[in-house]
């Protein structure tokens, strides 16, 4: 078996959360997903699980995190190009997400940021390797 990776998310609404992960082009697995959990499929080798609070305390002794007003992670998607860039994030904001920032500009690499209802930060990327500096700037 290929490595995979599970990203969990604790969610207020998981019905909500479930459209917003469809509209930025997730699909669902049935497989792992029921009234409290939503498998989310973004490759064949990286999922989000969506879990209902409940559901998501059930695996830690710590408390959760409020995401709306601290930041818990950073999650990076890459795409093909900046248009699939620019037609993620725009379903994402019309399926309700924010942007909280800027689009960057990095030369090799285009960035976008978008935030889910819960607050969970996602940064969608396309990345030109040919465009790399060979040198990185010293700070």
């Given at each position: 078996m290929s490595k995979q990776i599970f990203i969990n998310l604790a969610v207020t609404e998981l019905q909500r959360s479930l459209d917003f992960y469809t509209a930025l082009g997730f699909t669902v697995n049935p497989q792992f997903s029921d009234d409290t959990a939503k498998c989310m499929v973004w490759s064949e080798h990286i999922f989000v699980m969506l879990l209902t609070q409940q559901r998501f305390a059930s695996f830690t002794t710590k408390p959760i995190a409020d995401t709306k007003s601290k930041i818990a992670?950073?999650?990076?998607?890459?795409?093909?190009?900046?248009?699939?860039?620019?037609?993620?994030?725009?379903?994402?904001?019309?399926?309700?997400?924010?942007?909280?920032?800027?689009?960057?500009?990095?030369?090799?690499?285009?960035?976008?940021?978008?935030?889910?209802?819960?607050?969970?930060?996602?940064?969608?990327?396309?990345?030109?390797?040919?465009?790399?500096?060979?040198?990185?700037?010293?700070?």
């Open positions: 992670g950073l999650f990076s998607l890459s795409t093909g190009s900046i248009d699939e860039i620019n037609r993620i994030v725009t379903n994402g904001l019309h399926a309700g997400g924010t942007e909280p920032t800027e689009m960057k500009d990095y030369g090799f690499m285009q960035q976008r940021t978008i935030e889910d209802f819960d607050g969970h930060t996602w940064e969608i990327f396309y990345m030109d390797l040919s465009k790399m500096p060979t040198k990185q700037p010293v700070e």
